[in-house]
């Protein structure tokens, strides 16, 4: 028998574009509508339909680079001119409160958690293989052929990082995955 669920955790999902991280977090957060998905904040102009504390927390420059001076962050980064970042209040809170937590970031973003956070769970998410990843990005259909060759070559990249973290999830079978997931974030 499984140990009982893990209250106040927190878990960090990465792995390259394409591998399904995405697909596996949503399963999860229907199946065990506990989790708290981490908001993150960002110093971009919201997109019509997008709520203040649910899809981002939109902050100016000023007080974005105001809270990194002050530790607010557990992760941040520039991207396309604007801030992205993981607020710290809401994660201890609800970590506080005895809730698990999920974040689920990019490769820089989870070495930068495990530098200001080291108690996190951290757990990469990779493909059966180097082919099948580049088969689902090819599949999506959304892509240039140069988008795709930056994504296999970042790709190449993130994979080589996975001994970076304390656990390796290869997502071949959705089902089976979730099911592993669901064992290590101690939830089954």
């Not at 970042?85 to 970031?105: K, Q, W």
């Not at 990779?126 to 240039?144: K, N, Q, V, W």
Request: glycine fraction near 8%; aromatic fraction near 8%.
């Amino acid at each position: 028998m499984a140990p009982p669920v893990s209250p106040g955790r927190l878990t960090v999902i990465t792995g390259p574009s394409g591998v399904g991280k995405g697909t596996l977090v949503n399963l999860l957060l229907q199946r065990h509508p506990a989790i708290w998905l981490s908001v993150s904040a960002t110093t971009r102009t919201p997109r019509q339909g997008e709520v203040e504390g649910e899809h981002y927390f939109f902050l100016s420059r000023e007080r974005f680079e105001a809270q990194v001076a002050e530790g607010g962050f557990l992760e941040w980064a520039e991207f396309a001119g604007n801030l992205y970042g993981t607020p710290r209040p809401p994660v201890e809170e609800h970590l506080a409160a005895g809730r698990p937590v999920l974040l689920e970031i990019e490769l820089e973003g989870a070495r930068q958690v495990r530098a200001s956070f080291p108690a996190a769970f951290q757990l990469f998410v990779e493909p059966p293989s180097f082919e099948e990843l580049e088969r689902r990005i090819r599949g999506r259909g959304t892509d240039s052929e140069e988008a795709i060759a930056r994504r296999l070559e970042r790709a190449r990249v993130e994979l080589a990082a996975a001994p970076e973290f304390d656990a390796v999830l290869v997502n071949a079978d959705l089902e089976e995955s979730l099911s592993a997931l669901e064992q290590l974030m101690q939830l089954s």
